[in-house]
């Protein structure tokens, strides 16, 4: 055993002298690889438990009697949304700040300096428009009756309204100079903004009153009040929702670095 240690410690350090490791010396450079790392870590915290929820414990909650149900959902909720919420709060402002300092390289490049804050305001305000129209939908389904309460039908609204918001984003950024790397950004990190909006305008907002009102429940005895079926409704489409948007998500996060198929005009 000391003999293997010894032996696969030698080989590593012949390895490692032999290679030519150079780290770079530019604070700009150890801010990209340090906010790139962040930024992937939370996200996939954020995203892992945003799947747990989905595909895990969704399921395992309805197939448990009410009053097991009711003692399990307060402690699972909790801890997982603590931790889906400040983990989507690193991955965006990480991102975020990734995303600003592509967009002032393209505007350089372009013979732009200045132009950059421009093109980030009329991101922002792209997406947030977008969130908007998908939260009055998911309200509108939490009470509504006939079509609108079918969550395939607001499904189909919410990736109709995604959809048209990412073609405005890349119709208005795509400018001379502007990258690949910085459109695809501009449609995953917006879906991210508007899930990073999910989580704490929509999904924690109603989740943590029904935590309140289940744990009254089961240790006072106090009854749901009504509007607690309209929350959960709401949280439920939510993070489902939330789920299948990661899905492009991910793709243009990825298309950024290895897939060049967008560019400025």
């Known amino acids: 055993m000391v003999f293997s240690c010894a032996l696969f410690s030698s080989w590593l350090w012949t390895a490692l002298w032999k290679l030519n490791v150079l780290f770079t010396g530019s604070p700009a450079d150890i801010e990209q690889i340090a906010l790139r790392w962040g930024h992937i870590v939370a996200g996939i915290t954020w995203l892992g438990f945003l799947f747990f ?12 009697d009410p009053a097991t149900r009711a003692k399990v959902f307060p402690e699972i909720s909790a801890r997982g949304l603590w931790w889906l919420r400040w983990s989507s709060v690193v991955a965006w402002l990480f991102g975020f ?3 600003m300092i592509l967009a002032k390289t393209d505007a350089v490049n372009a013979g732009r300096p200045d132009a950059w804050g ?7 305000a792209c997406w947030l428009v977008a969130f908007a129209i998908e939260m009055a939908l998911i309200q509108a389904s939490g009470g509504a009756s006939g079509v609108m309460k079918n969550k395939f039908v607001i499904g189909a609204l919410v990736l109709l309204v995604m959809t048209a918001a990412s073609c405005l984003v890349v119709w208005l950024l795509a400018q001379p100079g ?16 508007v899930l990073f909006f999910n989580v704490w305008g929509i999904t924690w907002r ?4 029904l935590i309140a009102w289940t744990r009254a429940a089961a240790q006072q005895g106090i ?4 509007q607690a079926e309209k929350l959960t409704r709401m949280a439920t489409l939510t993070l489902e929702i939330s789920f299948w948007l990661s899905f492009p998500l991910i793709f243009f996060m990825a298309a950024s670095a290895h897939f060049p198929f967008l560019s400025g005009q």
């Open 118 to 124: 421009g093109w980030i305001a009329i991101w922002f």
């Open 178 to 193: 502007v990258s690949n790397r910085t459109l695809c950004i501009s449609i995953g990190g917006g879906l991210g903004t």
């Open 53 to 64: 929820f989905v595909l895990a414990v969704a399921p395992a909650l309805k197939a448990l």
């Open 97 to 99: 700040r990734y995303f």
């Open 223 to 226: 009854p749901m009040p009504p």
């Open 206 to 209: 109603c989740q943590k009153r």
